[in-house]
């Protein structure tokens, strides 16, 4: 069974810089596409980046894709999510899963943008 493990998040004001990781456990990532997802407070949760096996990135938006960088380790089973120019409507918990959402969610880890 694969455990997801998100690390990363805290409090940082309006353009500031945050990098959060995701360890995956129990089995190889390196052949799924990852991503990473968000659920602000009262809303649904919504996909925000992806990352294919070699490496290319999918962004959700236009402003993610000029902001947010995904990575991914494939000897360390971890990815990342290099966010810079934070906005307060960035605030949210943060996740990661594959593309499709295969796994169990893990409990994510919260950011929070203040204004």
């Known amino acids: 069974q694969v455990q997801l493990v998100e690390s990363g998040g805290g409090l940082v004001q309006t353009g500031g810089s945050l990098r959060l990781s995701c360890a995956a456990s129990?089995?190889?990532?390196?052949?799924?596409?990852m991503a990473w997802f968000r659920q602000a407070s009262g809303k649904e949760r919504e996909f925000v980046a992806a990352?294919?096996?070699?490496?290319?990135?999918?962004y959700a938006t236009n402003s993610m894709k000029g902001r947010f960088t995904i990575s991914r380790d494939n000897a360390k089973n971890t990815l990342y999510l290099q966010m810079n120019s934070l906005k307060p409507e960035d605030t949210a918990v943060y996740y990661c899963?594959?593309?499709?959402?295969?796994?169990?969610w893990g409990q994510g880890t919260q950011v929070t943008v203040s204004s």
């Open positions: 899963n594959t593309y499709s959402s295969t796994w169990a």
């Open positions: 129990g089995r190889t990532f390196s052949s799924y596409t």
């Open positions: 990352i294919t096996w070699s490496g290319d990135g999918i």
